[in-house]
């Protein structure tokens, strides 16, 4: 079992940057990726970004540039770095963890309480 803590969401003006932490804790040496999705009001949980447990990382075309997952070194802390925020970048961010495939899909099998980030232009 693995449980999944963020913090650092808040509310920042258009342009400004916020940092996103996810403690993890359990059975972290078995997770296979971790990530960050995001629900902006009204709409569906998308992927931001995700990390493998080589550090290949992947990010939603509409963050390229601007924002940086990692992990801290003891690969306990999943980390957002979010830059030139914009007020589409609002929503409950969610840390999830340890991607599972089921045929040609896939899910990940642990999720945080979210944090909220509030972008206002």
């Known amino acids: 079992q693995v449980t999944l803590v963020e913090s650092g969401g808040g509310s920042v003006q258009a342009g400004e940057s916020l940092r996103l932490s996810c403690a993890a804790s359990?059975?972290?040496?078995?997770?296979?990726?971790m990530a960050w999705h995001r629900q902006a009001p009204g709409k569906q949980r998308d992927l931001v970004a995700f990390i493998t447990g080589g550090d290949s990382t992947s990010y939603a075309d509409s963050v390229k540039g601007r924002f940086t997952i990692s992990r801290g070194t003891a690969k306990n802390t999943l980390y957002l770095q979010m830059n030139s925020l914009t007020a589409e970048d609002t929503g409950v961010y969610y840390c999830?963890?340890?991607?599972?495939?089921?045929?040609?899909?896939?899910?990940?099998?642990?999720w945080g309480q979210g944090t909220q980030v509030t972008v206002f232009s």
């Open positions: 999830a963890a340890h991607r599972v495939s089921v045929g040609s899909g896939h899910y990940w099998r642990y």
């Open positions: 359990g059975s972290i040496s078995r997770l296979n990726a």
